[in-house]
């Protein structure tokens, strides 16, 4: 099946740091990549989507200057925290489609526990 | 309206019963219809799926049945184990120019007692 990879999956880091978190799929090339964050007990909000080779398109309310996405590969997207404040302290994930229409669904990583202290 | 409804937020069950988790939704230019399984600390998996031409499909021990005209769907886990315990999460997706997005419900937290 399609796996995604995504690393680190926790990280802890003082107030003001930078942060980058990848996201991989590894037997699949990703034409879009998705990047979520999720609150305990909550659902899954998008933040950004990107395709390969061009700028994200960034959902309503989400930073793009704090989120920074890049999408160098068909295999590789980054997500950027900067400059990064306790209250960016979160559950982000990342998911991969292949592309394509119908029975293409969404694979999604194993997240990354971000603490900001 | 990009919205899905999703309920129970929370349901327990037996071990061997059977666990039903519903989602209603508005947007008709939904196109697919994923299921997420999380489990606590990782990522959403993809359970099972189905398109809106199709009415019911059965993986396993999870059924998807859907109600286009309705605009709802729901899973059915039969025989449930104590290993299901997780949250599940109905989703549904639309094509907006060339891209894609998914709309989540809120999910349902599944408890089943051994």
């Known amino acids: 099946g399609a796996v995604v990879s995504q690393h680190p999956s926790w990280v802890i880091c003082k107030s003001g740091t930078s942060v980058k978190i990848e996201c991989r799929s590894l037997?699949?090339?990703?034409?879009?990549m998705f990047w979520y964050r999720q609150f305990p007990k909550q659902s899954l909000m998008l933040m950004a989507t990107?395709?390969?080779?061009?700028?994200?398109?960034?959902e309503q309310g989400v930073e793009k200057d704090k989120f920074l996405i890049n999408h160098a590969s068909l295999t590789l997207s980054t997500l950027t925290v900067t400059s990064a404040h306790p209250e960016d302290s979160s559950f982000y994930i990342c998911?991969?489609?292949?592309?394509?229409?119908?029975?293409?669904?969404?694979?999604f990583g194993d997240g990354t526990r971000l603490s900001i202290l | 309206q990009q919205q899905v409804k999703q309920s129970p937020q929370s349901l327990i069950v037996q071990k061997g019963g059977i666990s039903i988790i519903n989602c209603a939704y508005e947007n008709t230019a939904f196109d697919y219809f994923p299921w997420y399984q999380q489990f606590p600390g990782k990522g959403p998996a993809l359970l099972i799926a189905?398109?809106?031409?199709?009415s019911e499909k059965k993986e396993g021990r999870f059924t998807i049945s859907f109600n286009k005209s309705a605009k709802q769907f729901s899973l059915h886990i039969m025989d449930s184990q104590p290993g299901d315990s997780a949250t599940y999460f109905c989703?549904?997706?639309?094509?907006?120019?060339?891209?894609?997005?998914?709309?989540f419900g809120k999910g349902t937290k599944l408890t089943v007692n051994p």
């Open positions: 998911s991969a489609s292949p592309g394509g229409f119908w029975n293409q669904p969404q694979h």
């Open positions: 990107s395709n390969e080779g061009s700028k994200a398109t960034y």
């Open positions: 189905i398109r809106p031409d199709v």
């Open positions: 989703a549904a997706r639309f094509a907006q120019g060339g891209s894609e997005k998914l709309v």
């Open positions: 037997d699949f090339q990703a034409t879009t």
